[in-house]
């Protein structure tokens, strides 16, 4: 199986950043990483994606984070990112990756990580 570790969320005033950082990780399994993403789910609201990077680093982001948000992988590492700048108050939400995964002798479906939470608050 393998596992989406989410980190860096936290509290941060407007206009403020945070680095979001996700680590995929299989137990003794390989596995080979196609799209990752992002997506946010802010209360009262439904999940709606945040950006996506394809296996070849072609991105898309939402029109209301264009410009302020950054997605980016290593794949070495196995790992995606999202810079978060010039925060608002309505980016408030848990924060999940999510990523295309085929495993060895396994099948491809996406991944989850836990959620992070992001406050913006003054």
């Known amino acids: 199986q393998v596992q989406l570790v989410g980190s860096g969320g936290g509290l941060v005033q407007p206009g403020g950043s945070l680095r979001l950082s996700c680590v995929a990780s299989?137990?003794?399994?390989?596995?080979?990483?196609?799209?990752m993403g992002w997506y946010r789910q802010a209360p009262g609201k439904q999940r709606e994606l945040v950006a996506t990077i394809s296996s070849d680093s072609t991105t898309n982001y939402a029109d209301s984070v264009k410009g302020r948000f950054t997605i980016s992988r290593d794949n070495a590492k196995n790992t995606v990112h999202l810079q978060m700048n010039s925060l608002r108050f309505d980016d408030t939400a848990v924060y999940y990756c999510?990523?295309?995964?085929?495993?060895?002798?396994?099948?491809?479906?996406?991944?989850w990580g836990q959620g992070t939470q992001v406050t913006v608050s003054s």
């Open positions: 299989g137990t003794g399994n390989i596995f080979t990483i196609y799209a």
């Open positions: 999510n990523a295309d995964i085929w495993v060895l002798l396994g099948q491809r479906r996406d991944y």
